[in-house]
């Protein structure tokens, strides 16, 4: 079956320490995306990407970074620039003639600090 | 400001009984509205999507509306079921540029209790 799979499911942070979160996808989406998701809050954007090796920050990109090596991966890192790193974190992607409208997500990654 | 806002923020309903989850926006222009439901700790699930061209969109149990004019849409779960507990996020997509061009509510939560 098609789908998205984020690993991993949870994950703890050290100070100072760079985490990477894993996104793959076999739908054969040209869009992957990452949010951000806190209690009582919308999902918030943290970068996008519609094809391979570019991606665009979106509004809350500070002390995140991505890469999109290959059509099928798009990485989270985390860094210690980050200070609030606590979150859900959710892969999405669509295809670009969705308008770019996600349409599927992983089930996410949950981040704490240690 | 583009914005969307959902009420209630939590709702408990009894198995078998009907509910409505409310959802207001100010996104502008206006491209298409999506239902999402999402189990704890898994990732969203697309329910419908409308056009501004759509009123009512149905998926088994859940019906969703649309009026445009008023800038509101409602999320109606008929004959609720112990799985049907979940948060609902409600999403619209504006023509404003590619990648940034949704706007997540808060979300629902729902309890479905026997």
């Known amino acids: 079956d098609g789908g998205i799979t984020q690993s991993p499911k949870y994950l703890f942070r050290k100070e100072g320490q760079n985490v990477t979160l894993s996104c793959e996808q076999n739908?054969?989406?040209?869009?992957m995306y990452w949010y951000r998701q806190d209690p009582g809050q919308g999902l918030r954007l943290i970068y996008y990407?519609?094809?391979?090796?570019?991606?665009q920050k979106g509004d809350i990109a500070e002390g995140y970074s991505v890469s999109r090596e290959k059509k099928e991966s798009f990485p989270l890192t985390v860094t210690s620039a980050q200070k609030n790193p606590t979150a859900f974190y959710l892969c999405a992607s669509s295809p670009l003639r969705q308008g770019g409208q996600p349409q599927h997500f992983g089930d996410g990654t949950r981040l704490s600090i240690l | 400001k583009n914005q969307v806002e959902q009420s209630p923020q939590s709702l408990i309903i009894l198995e078998g009984k009907n509910c409505t989850l409310q959802?207001?926006?100010?996104?502008?222009?206006?491209?298409?509205l999506r239902w999402y439901k999402q189990d704890t700790g898994r990732g969203p699930v697309s329910l419908t999507i409308?056009?501004?061209?759509?009123n009512t969109k149905s998926n088994g149990r859940y019906t969703a509306t649309l009026d445009a004019d008023t800038k509101q849409s409602s999320l109606h779960i008929t004959a609720s079921q112990l799985s049907d507990s979940a948060s609902y996020i409600c999403v619209v997509s504006g023509d404003f540029g590619y990648g940034q061009n949704f706007v997540f509510g808060p979300g629902t939560r729902l309890s479905v209790l026997p």
């Open positions: 739908l054969n989406h040209d869009a």
């Open positions: 959802c207001n926006y100010t996104v502008s222009p206006f491209s298409n």
């Open positions: 409308m056009t501004f061209s759509e």
């Open positions: 990407s519609q094809i391979v090796n570019d991606f």
